[in-house]
Every structure is written in C-alpha cells, then in structure tokens.
C-alpha cells in the first residue's frame, strides 16, 4: 500500500496570503488528522475529519480551516498567513481513527516559510 | 501548558552506550505512544503501551509505561547510529487517538 502523501512538500508564502495543503491518506483510511509542528510548540493538533465531518478540534484560530472529500483525501487552509504559521503541517491517517489501537500513519509533512 | 514533558531534550552519545529518555505528565493518559522522527520525514510510530506498568520491548528498546500511566521512559541498549532521530511520546486520553498530545521530543544523535 502506498503511505500517505502530502502536496506541496515546500511552499514559500508572503504575509496576508492564503495557503492550501493537500493529504491523501493510506487506501481505505478514513480518519485524517492535521497537526502543526515548530521547533518551539512541538507537534500540535490542528484537526480531524472522518468521513467528511469534522470530529475534533484543537486550539488554533479560526484561519486555520480544512474539509476532507468523499475519497477520505484531505486539504488544509491557512488564510490571512502570519510570520507564526510557518512550520511543518504533517497530515496523519488512520482507518478510524476512534480508537487507542488505531494506528496513526504521518506523511511526510509540507514545510511552509512564510516571509 | 504543555501536557507532557519530554527529557532530555537534547542527548549526544557514542555509538555502543546505553540511554534513557523520559516522558512525564500530570495528567493520566488512557494510552502512549513513542515515535521516532527522522529529517525530512513524518513521525512513525514505534509502540503503544496502555496498561499501567507495562513493559514492551522492541530489539533493543525497552518501553515502559508508569503504574499511574503518567509517565513513560524508553531505554535503549546499545546504542547505534541508525538510532539517530527525534524522539517523540504522545498521550491519548479516553480511548482515542485521534486527538494525540506529544511531547517536544528528545532530539537523539549516536555518533560512530
């Protein structure tokens, strides 16, 4: 089985500009769960989405938004960006999602630079 | 607040020496895991460990979850460059995962 992919992997922003990442989970996965990683905060939970809904959410503001399609494939925005928002989005999938026994498997990550 | 606390956060050591990193909270976790990070790439997971004490073992990681599941230490023996990498422990509470709590991770380097 392919892992789960993350496009762009580099992406260079200026303030004020909106962003969208992209996530195609594991095939048959239908849990996907986006986290924020700086070197400062560590790994942080942004969101999850398991057959299109959002389920859970973290503490970010409400420029942070996402949405995951009908295929379980999953993208991100980021609008109005900050010299914060830079960092490495990873996208996670897991085939539920709900459970201590559900394995979350991470992409690659996109790295955003955000000048 | 940062939920778990991961140390050292830093850790050097010539290859063939043993080490211990630690994750602790104050808070109980249903479930904790470890993974290991590498540049360039997304955390994969190493193990899970749920019931209080419990003690896994992975070749030569040795993983350990406190009786109070608030804490979780990962020993290593041996230790060899390939073991190189950013060390992260996650908590989940209620009997999900989907919604982890990591640690900021105790950077690893093995020298040769």
């Known amino acids: 089985k392919a892992g789960v992919t993350q496009t762009p992997r580099y992406l260079i922003k200026t303030r004020g500009q909106q962003v969208t990442l992209s996530c195609s989970p594991i095939?048959?996965?239908?849990?996907v769960s986006w986290y924020q990683q700086t070197p400062g905060q560590g790994l942080q939970f942004l969101f999850e989405?398991?057959?299109?809904?959002?389920?859970n959410k973290g503490n970010f503001p409400g420029r942070f938004s996402g949405r995951q399609f009908s295929n379980s494939r999953s993208e991100m925005n980021v609008s109005t960006l900050e010299l914060g928002d830079s960092a490495l989005y990873l996208c996670?999938?897991?085939?539920?999602?709900?459970?201590?026994?559900?394995?979350?498997?991470f992409g690659p990550g996109t790295r955003l630079t955000v000048l | 607040t940062q939920l778990l606390e991961q140390s050292p956060q830093f850790l050097s050591i010539q290859e063939g020496e043993n080490l211990t990193v630690y994750c602790n909270s104050s808070?109980?976790?249903?479930?904790l895991q470890w993974y290991r990070q590498e540049p360039g790439e997304g955390p994969v997971l190493l193990v899970t460990?749920?019931?209080?004490?419990e003690v896994k073992k992975l070749k030569r990681l040795t993983f350990q979850f406190g009786d109070a599941r608030k804490d979780s230490s990962l020993h290593i023996t041996a230790a060899q460059p390939g073991d190189t990498g950013l060390y992260l422990c996650?908590?989940?509470?209620?009997?999900?995962?989907?919604?982890?709590?990591f640690g900021k991770g105790t950077l690893l380097t093995v020298n040769p």
């Open positions: 996670a999938s897991s085939p539920q999602g709900g459970l201590a026994s559900d394995t979350q498997y």
């Open positions: 095939s048959g996965h239908r849990s």
């Open positions: 989405y398991f057959s299109e809904t959002q389920r």
């Open positions: 808070s109980v976790f249903s479930s």
């Open positions: 460990v749920v019931t209080g004490g």
């Open positions: 996650a908590g989940a509470r209620g009997g999900s995962n989907y919604k982890l709590t």
